[in-house]
Structure formats: C-alpha cells, structure tokens
C-alpha cells in the first residue's frame, strides 16, 4: 500500500509560480512512476507529466512543457510538479499518482494505482 498526500495549492495570478509536492508513504516505490494529472470542472482527468522514479526521466504533457517541472526527491519519498508562467485554464484540481513497474502507458490515468486527495490550483487572469 502507497500512500500519497499532494500539498501546495492555492490561488496565483497569471504568469505566477506554484511548486506541489507529493508525499509518499507506505512500500518502497523505488521502480515505480509518480505522475501528475489534473481535472477542471466538467472536464477529465488529464495527463500533465510524469517521472521514473528510480532513473528521474521524465515526460510531459503539451500544454505543460516549457513551463512545468517534475522532479523527485529520494530521500524525502517527496515527488515535486513546479508550474511556471501559469495560466488561467491551467486552473484544476492537481493530484499526484502512482503507476506499477512495468506501466506501459503512463499517460493514462487508469494505469495508475494509488492516488493522492487532489489539491486545488487556481489561477486568476
């Protein structure tokens, strides 16, 4: 069992920066994937990027490359989602997941297991 706990929302205004942070607790993880997905009002869960966690490769989205970070901290079990030169319809619900070794595709969201609460970001243009 992998327990996560997503922390650093909040309301910024356009072109502003948000750093989110996951807290993993529970099995060691250290050949799984955290990912980062979002999910606007009306809207599904979309990818937004996504880090190996052993090796620290990663993948984003389109509309979060250039301007999002995704980094991992080993020794905290923290994963990290640095979101530069936000925009107002990058306004969602953030949360952070785990996906199993061996994930084919780590940009669906179905593939992932465990699953933080979610943290609000809001962005006002």
């Known amino acids: 069992q992998i327990h996560l706990v997503e922390s650093g929302g909040g309301l910024v205004q356009a072109g502003g920066s948000m750093r989110l942070s996951c807290a993993a607790s529970g099995r060691a993880f250290s050949s799984y994937a955290m990912g980062w997905f979002r999910q606007a009002p009306g809207k599904e869960r979309e990818f937004v990027a996504v880090i190996l966690w052993g090796p620290g490769r990663s993948s984003y989205a389109p509309s979060a490359e250039g301007r999002f970070t995704i980094s991992r901290d080993i020794r905290r079990n923290t994963g990290y989602l640095q979101m530069d030169n936000l925009r107002s319809e990058d306004t969602a619900i953030y949360f952070c997941?785990?996906?199993?070794?061996?994930?084919?595709?780590?940009?669906?969201?179905?593939?992932?297991?465990?699953w933080g609460q979610g943290t609000q970001v809001s962005v006002s243009s």
């Open positions: 997941a785990t996906a199993p070794p061996g994930t084919s595709s780590l940009r669906v969201a179905s593939n992932y297991n465990y």
